[in-house]
Every structure is written in C-alpha cells, then in structure tokens.
C-alpha cells in the first residue's frame, strides 16, 4: 500500500457469499475525481495484516454469474492464458508482429493483447503517488464500453480532451487488475490487493469486479481480521459484507468454551481473540462504537476495556501525542460510558479499572459504592448485561433407552454426518453418559469436512447416572457452510454401559436452521440415523422469536431434553446393543 493509503483511512476485511444484483447508481459518489464537477472521491482503503492467503490467486471470467470464491477451500479458478501475472507485474503480449491480428481468433483475445500496451494506446494514466507512480497506457474505447465513469470522463457532455490524466489515489497494481478485467475479462485478486482493487472498482463503478472482491473478503474473513474488515465493510457501504463480519465477531472467535456446565451455555464469552487482535486498534471510531454497543457481543467488559485502552493508545500514538491516562480518555470520548464497567466484578473493578486513571476520582467512588453500599448512586455507564449470542441445541433423537438395550462404550468411534441449510458455527456436541450410577469419561470429539479435521478436543465430563446429555466442547467455535455434510466424531473411555438415542430423525428443524443426518463410514460402535451417540449438537446461528426467547427444547419426562419442532423419516438400522 502507498504511504497516502496509509495516512487517510483505516483497514480491511474478508468472507465468502454471493452478492446477487449488486448495482451501483450513476451517481454513486464514487465518480472520479478527474471528472464529472470533481467530486471528491472515497478514501482509498488501507491495507494491512489482514489476510492470511498472501499468495492466493483468483481468476474468473467476467461473464460468470457467480463468485470466484463460491465456498470455502473450493475456488472456482477459470480463465483463458493471455496475458498473465507473474511476480506481480503484467506480461503484455507482443504486438510487434504487423499481422498479429491473424493469431488471434476471439474478440476477446485481440482486446487482451492491447492490454497495457502502447499500440493505438490514446490516454494515458499516471497512477499512484511517492514512489509507487506508474505511467499505464489505455484505450478510451476499451474504457469507456466497461465504465460508465469512463464514458463521461473520455465521451460525456463534460468530457476534456486530455492526453494523461493523474490518478493519485488509486494503487498502480490494483489499476492495471481493472484493465485487466476490462480488456481480458479476467479477474486476478491476491491478498495485499483486495481492497485497493475494491476502492477502484468502486470509484469507476464496475460492479462485477467489485463483487468479485467482497466473495474474496468474505472467504477470507477470520476471528483475527473481523473488526479491521467490519471497518472497511462501513467504508465501502456493503452491508451484506457487515453481516458477515457480525457473525464472526459474534460467534468464532472464543478462546476456551471446555468446562462450562449446561446451565451457563448462554454465557459464553467468545468474543476476546476479535477485540485482542493486532488489527483491531486500527479500526475507525464508529466502528469502535459500533462494537462496544453490540448487545450480542460475547465478551467480559473487562477484556473489552482492555481492548478499549489499546485503541485510544494507537489513537494517541497516531496523533502524536502521549498516551497518558487524561489524553486516552480524551480520545476515548463517549465510546468509554458504552463499556459496562457496573458488570464487571468488584476484583476485575479494583484491581484493573480502578488503578488506571482513566476515570475521574467521582466515578471512581461512585462506582465502588455502586458495588458495596446498599443505596446505589446514579452512573453514567450501563449496569445491564449485555444479552450475549444464545447458544442453540439441535435434538436428534425422540426418546432415549438404556438397561434392556444396553449399549456399550468400547473405545470405538461413534460418528454421525450432517448438513446445514444455513451457515451455523458448531461449538460442542451433547453426549449420553453412564446408565449405570455417576461415572467420569475420557473423550475425544472431532468434527471433520471431506476427511479434513477442522476441529478436535480431547477432554473430560462427569456422567451424573441420569439420562441428561452432557455438553462437551471445543476451543473454538467452527464455521458450518450450508450444503454441505461434516462429520461428528467422539470416542468415549469409561464405564461401558450407557444410555443412547431412540427413534432418530434423518431432518431435524431446529430455529431457522435445518439439519440433515445420515449415517457416517467412520461409526464403527453402531451409532447411526436411527439410534446411537451424539445425540445433540451444539451451536451459535439464525434464530427465530421462540429460540431468542430461550425455548430452545422441552423437557420429557425422564429429563432428557428433545426438540419437537422437526420433520421426522428414519432410515437405517443401526444398533449398539449387546
């Protein structure tokens, strides 16, 4: 990135979804500055540690109808060989042979060789600032038939007939990406230049090419770069891109959820690796705002003042000024009174906020009486909890056995494969335990994609002899793309006689979410559709008004929960009876 991009504005993001119907008004305020009144352009976006897919590769024509990045791990890669990228610079096409034309049989083609090419070349572009300038050559025609900011630039009523027109704001390589989108149809996107070639997109209204680089980001979104991206989604006005990011920050990105009994699933605090992230101070105020408003947000108040203090260092740091207690708060503004310091607990509160200065000596005391004295004062800052993301159970089974069916743990796998029909972030799985009195397991959960482990854990619970399942997690949530069958896997180490699931359901309706299960190759303990392990999977997503309102299953009469909100075919013949 230029040092320009660098100084203006703040940094980017990542995810992958397809953005049907994207258009862009002709009046749309990202006409270039070189024509049309001048008006002023947008900032151009400020790269940074963002991506992890540094030298990821995308291509696509620009008449496909859908993203290059259409899912996760699977990229559509379809191009023709003309010109090429080869260590970031183009490769142009000799044309020095007179009858060059006869070599190239597709419109197509001819219009790709006079990409970055000085014959019959009738504009020209200085691009870029300091010391990134380049001088890229260009066809008005070519132009102005794949932008209409071009037309009216080279064609229009306030047309000027100019030789070379500058281009400061705009990165050379991300410019020579929309020529080469509108001469080749080939879109190349990588991860340092995503977001210049979305500014630029954006700035000559090229919607293809600017949809194409939101899929990129959207596949690229991580718990690491979901607030930097959040920032950028704001700057380039793509709600459907916020979303996304919403989800991550919200949902993927806890640091531990093992240990948590049941009864607290819904305090899951997930939302620290997110706010603790490097990219996370370079994010713009609103945003910051934005953040600490969340009401879904999984997170401490503690870890998010923290994470506050970091962000008002940098600004200071930015402004050149200290970054002592008084300028931090200065900076901080009204974004602190949004942090719910009455939450905390009266350690988290003596020992960290109280001792940092950042609240004036009246807050300090009154705050402390908040906590102690029996007539609470008045405060500037929220004593109410935040709601947190609600945590969601999908029941696969209608009814549980044990005794007369014995079913026998053995240090063999028991599997199970589902699907989605909407992206979901599975955090644990429920587990059956001992029929036999109180016992405690070793157990090992898995959850897998196409062979691929995408996530494991080995831990323990404690089986308190009673039919309950019991909720065993993973560190992190895992993001679940619809369509898609993922593998569930646990294998226990205990006492051998368990409950299991009776009357298994191949569709299971839980929420806005529906499941599907079928029967998995690596069950080698006998759990399939019909009855087995694994009776309940655990996870953050959609939810309707009856699961908002926490009606997530009702209780049967032997305690065993079970959702009866499904749609119910059983297939298979599966049994761990002994």
């Known amino acids: 990135m230029s040092n320009l991009y660098s100084k203006i504005a703040p940094k980017p993001i990542k995810r992958n979804h397809e953005h049907t119907n994207m258009s862009f008004p002709q009046t749309h305020p990202w006409i270039n500055e070189e024509t049309l009144n001048n008006g002023p352009p947008l900032s151009p976006p400020h790269n940074s540690v963002l991506m992890q897919r540094e030298n990821m590769q995308v291509m696509q024509p620009c008449s496909a109808p859908s993203s290059p990045l259409a899912s996760p791990g699977a990229l559509n890669l379809t191009s023709f060989s003309l010109p090429t990228s080869t260590g970031g610079a183009f490769t142009v096409i000799d044309t020095g042979d007179p009858n060059w034309q006869a070599t190239k049989p597709t419109v197509r083609e001819r219009n790709a060789a006079m990409f970055n090419n000085e014959l019959m070349a009738d504009i020209k572009f200085v691009v870029g600032t300091d010391d990134h300038i380049q001088t890229v050559p260009a066809h008005k025609y070519v132009l102005a038939t794949g932008s209409s900011v071009f037309y009216a630039m080279f064609y229009g009523g306030l047309a000027e007939n100019k030789s070379e027109i500058r281009v400061p704001d705009v990165e050379p390589s991300a410019f020579l990406t929309l020529l080469k989108y509108l001469y080749c149809d080939e879109i190349h996107l990588e991860a340092d230049n995503v977001l210049a070639t979305l500014y630029v997109a954006k700035k000559y209204i090229v919607p293809h090419l600017a949809r194409a680089c939101v899929n990129y980001l959207e596949t690229s979104l991580t718990a690491k770069n979901a607030c930097l991206l959040l920032s950028q989604?704001?700057?380039?006005?793509?709600?459907?891109?916020?979303?996304?990011?919403?989800?991550?920050?919200?949902?993927?990105?806890?640091?531990?959820?093992?240990?948590?009994?049941?009864?607290?699933?819904?305090?899951?605090?997930?939302?620290?690796?997110?706010?603790?992230?490097?990219?996370?101070?370079?994010?713009?105020l609103k945003t910051f705002e934005s953040i600490l408003s969340r009401e879904t947000l999984n997170c401490k108040e503690i870890n998010l003042f923290?994470?506050?203090?970091?962000?008002?260092?940098?600004?200071?740091?930015?402004?050149?000024?200290?970054?002592?207690?008084?300028?931090?708060?200065?900076?901080?503004?009204?974004?602190?009174?949004?942090?719910?310091?009455?939450?905390?607990?009266?350690?988290?509160?003596?020992?960290?906020?109280a001792r940092l200065g950042i609240l004036t000596p009246q807050e300090t005391i009154d705050i402390f009486?908040?906590?102690?004295?029996?007539?609470?004062?008045?405060?500037?800052?929220?004593?109410?909890?935040?709601?947190?993301?609600?945590?969601?159970?999908?029941?696969?089974?209608?009814?549980?056995?044990?005794?007369?069916?014995?079913?026998?743990?053995?240090?063999?796998?028991?599997?199970?494969?589902?699907?989605?029909?909407?992206?979901?972030?599975?955090?644990?799985?429920?587990?059956?335990?001992s029929s036999t009195g109180a016992a405690d397991y070793n157990v090992k959960i898995e959850l897998k994609r196409l062979g691929r482990v995408l996530a494991e854990n080995n831990t323990k619970f404690f089986s308190d002899g009673s039919s309950n399942t019991f909720p065993v997690f993973f560190e992190n949530p895992i993001q679940i793309e619809p369509d898609s069958y993922y593998t569930a896997s646990v294998i226990l180490d205990g006492t051998e006689l368990s409950f299991f699931g009776q009357e298994g359901m191949t569709e299971v309706c839980m929420g806005n979410v529906t499941f599907q299960f079928q029967c998995s190759s690596e069950s080698t303990n006998g759990t399939g559709v019909q009855g087995g392990q694994i009776p309940e999977l655990i996870f953050y997503g959609p939810m309707n008004t009856a699961t908002a309102a926490g009606q997530i299953g009702a209780p049967t009469t032997n305690g065993h929960t079970t959702n009866n909100n499904t749609t119910t075919t059983i297939i298979g013949n599966n049994n761990g009876e002994d």
């Open 233 to 284: 989604s704001r700057l380039f006005e793509e709600p459907d891109l916020m979303q996304r990011c919403w989800e991550v920050i919200d949902a993927q990105v806890c640091e531990t959820v093992d240990n948590i009994n049941l009864e607290s699933l819904d305090d899951i605090k997930v939302a620290e690796m997110a706010i603790k992230s490097e990219g996370f101070v370079d994010i713009d």
């Open 306 to 353: 923290e994470a506050a203090l970091n962000w008002a260092q940098s600004a200071c740091n930015k402004m050149e000024i200290d970054p002592t207690p008084q300028n931090r708060r200065s900076v901080l503004g009204q974004a602190l009174t949004m942090i719910r310091i009455p939450t905390m607990t009266l350690e988290e509160f003596a020992n960290g906020v």
């Open 369 to 433: 009486l908040y906590f102690t004295a029996k007539n609470k004062p008045t405060l500037n800052f929220s004593s109410k909890p935040r709601t947190g993301l609600k945590t969601q159970i999908c029941h696969r089974f209608q009814s549980c056995a044990y005794r007369s069916n014995q079913w026998r743990y053995r240090g063999r796998c028991d599997s199970i494969q589902f699907s989605v029909d909407k992206r979901i972030f599975i955090i644990g799985f429920g587990l059956y335990g």
